[in-house]
C-alpha cells in the first residue's frame, strides 16, 4: 500500500491550506462568538471545487474521491471544524443523496447548483424526540394526486435556514416499518416548508443548525427520490458515507489540537528548558501522534472501499467511532498542555475541546457505531 499523498491530494491540501489562511482563520473568533454561518465562504469553496468534491465533472463537480475528500474536510477542520463540519454535510448528505439516487431530470436540475454552491444542501432524518429510532419518525406524507401533502418537522438540521435544497425523509408508512419511509427533495420558497429555532451550540458555532418545518406543504412526486418506501435503506446508505465524512472532521480536529500543542511545547518554557522536554508532555504528545496516524489509516481504508464500491459499513463505522474518540481526547490533552492558556479563548485548543464533543454524537454516537460494527460481526 502507498501511504504518501499522490500529487493530486497534495496540490488539494496545500490549496485548501492557503485558501483556509486567506479566507478561514482571520474570522474563526468571531464566527463562533456570533454564531455566524458564512454563506459568501461557501460560494466561494463553490468556485474552488470544494462543495462537489465527489460529483462527476459533466455534472459541474470536481469529479474526486474519498481520498481527495478525506483531504478536503480534513485541512479545513484544522483551522475551522464548523467550517469542515457544513462542508462535509453539504457534500456527503444532501448533495450525495441526489447524487445517488436521483434519476438523470433529477441531478440535471439539482446537481450543478449544489456542486458550485450556487446552492447551499440540507439533509433531514432526525426528528425531536426520535433521534437514533428513525423508524418511529412523525413526519408524514399523503398522497394527493400528483403532489404528496408533509407535515411534521425535524430538527438538528445544518443549514436549515440557510439551504436552498433540502433532502428528506419522511413516513409514508406504518411506524417502525423500515419500508414505510421515503426521502423527498424540499426547495426553498415552497410554500408550508420553513425553518424554526436555530440552536445556541455548545461548539462548530458557525455551521448553522436548525429546524425544518412542514405545514401542509405540498412537493411534487416528481421530487421523490427513489422508490416509495425505500427512504431509510437509502438513508443508511448515505451514513455509511457520512461516517467517513465525520471521521475526516475528527482527523482534522484532532490535527489541529495536536499542532497547536506540539508548537506551544516547542514555545512555553519552565525550569529553564522547554516543557516538551518534560516526560509528562512528551508522552503525551507520543501518544497522541500515534493515535492520530491510527485513525488516519482507519479513514483511508474506508476511503478505498468506497471508492472501489466494496462494503464500508464496518470500515467507515471502525473510522467514525475511533477517529471521534481520539479527537475528543487529543483535544481534551491539548488544553492540559495548555495549562491555564489551554482555558482562554487566546489559544486555539479551547475551540477544538468544544467542537470535538459534536464528532462522538453526529452521524450516530459511539454507541451506535459499536451496535453497527457488532451486529454486523455476528452475522459473519
Not at 75 to 99: F, M, Q, R, W, Y
Request: with cysteine; aromatic share 8%; hydrophobic share 35%.
Amino acid at each position: 500500500m502507498n501511504f504518501e499523498y499522490n500529487e493530486t491530494q497534495s496540490m488539494i491540501a496545500q490549496s485548501i491550506r492557503d485558501f483556509a489562511e486567506q479566507h478561514i482563520r482571520p474570522y474563526v473568533k468571531e464566527w463562533d462568538e456570533a454564531q455566524h454561518f458564512p454563506v459568501d465562504l461557501f460560494k466561494k469553496l463553490g468556485e474552488m471545487g470544494f462543495m462537489g468534491v465527489l460529483v462527476p465533472e459533466e455534472l459541474g463537480g470536481s469529479g474526486l474521491g474519498y481520498h481527495e475528500y478525506i483531504t478536503v474536510i480534513e485541512e479545513i477542520s484544522k483551522v475551522d471544524p464548523s467550517i469542515g463540519l457544513s462542508v462535509a454535510a453539504h457534500n456527503s448528505l444532501c448533495t450525495n443523496h441526489i447524487l445517488t439516487f436521483g434519476n438523470e431530470e433529477q441531478k440535471k436540475k439539482w446537481i450543478p447548483k449544489l456542486a458550485t454552491a450556487e446552492h447551499i444542501g440540507a439533509w433531514g432524518l432526525t426528528e425531536h424526540n426520535t433521534g437514533s429510532d428513525a423508524g418511529g419518525m412523525n413526519t408524514t406524507a399523503v398522497k394527493d394526486g400528483d403532489h404528496w401533502v408533509i407535515n411534521g418537522a425535524k430538527n438538528f438540521i445544518t443549514h436549515a435556514k440557510s439551504g436552498d435544497i433540502a433532502v428528506v425523509i419522511v413516513r409514508t408508512g406504518e411506524k417502525g416499518d423500515s419500508r414505510g419511509m421515503t426521502a423527498f427533495v424540499f426547495e426553498k420558497g415552497m410554500e408550508g416548508f420553513t425553518s424554526g429555532k436555530k440552536e445556541d451550540k455548545l461548539g462548530m458555532r458557525a455551521s448553522e443548525t436548525a429546524e425544518l418545518i412542514f405545514d401542509n406543504c405540498r412537493v411534487p412526486d416528481a421530487n421523490r427520490l427513489g422508490e416509495v418506501g425505500e427512504g431509510f435503506i437509502q438513508a443508511m446508505k448515505i451514513l455509511d458515507g457520512g461516517r467517513i465524512s465525520i471521521g475526516a472532521l475528527s482527523l482534522g480536529i484532532a490535527k489541529g489540537a495536536y499542532e497547536a500543542a506540539l508548537q506551544y511545547s516547542k514555545e512555553r518554557h519552565q525550569f529553564g528548558q522547554p516543557i516538551g522536554s518534560f516526560q509528562g508532555i512528551g508522552f503525551k504528545l507520543a501518544d497522541m501522534a500515534t493515535e492520530i496516524e491510527a485513525s488516519e489509516l482507519l479513514l483511508h481504508k474506508a476511503a478505498y472501499l468506497k471508492n472501489n464500491n466494496k462494503p464500508v459499513t464496518v470500515a467507515g463505522a471502525m473510522g467514525k467511532m475511533y477517529s471521534s474518540e481520539v479527537c475528543v481526547s487529543v483535544s481534551n490533552e491539548a488544553v492540559q498542555i495548555h495549562g491555564g492558556y489551554g482555558y482562554t479563548k487566546d489559544y486555539p485548543v479551547e475551540k477544538f475541546y468544544r467542537d470535538s464533543k459534536l464528532c462522538t454524537i453526529g452521524e450516530g454516537t459511539t454507541e451506535i457505531q459499536k451496535l453497527v460494527i457488532s451486529r454486523n460481526l455476528l452475522k459473519e
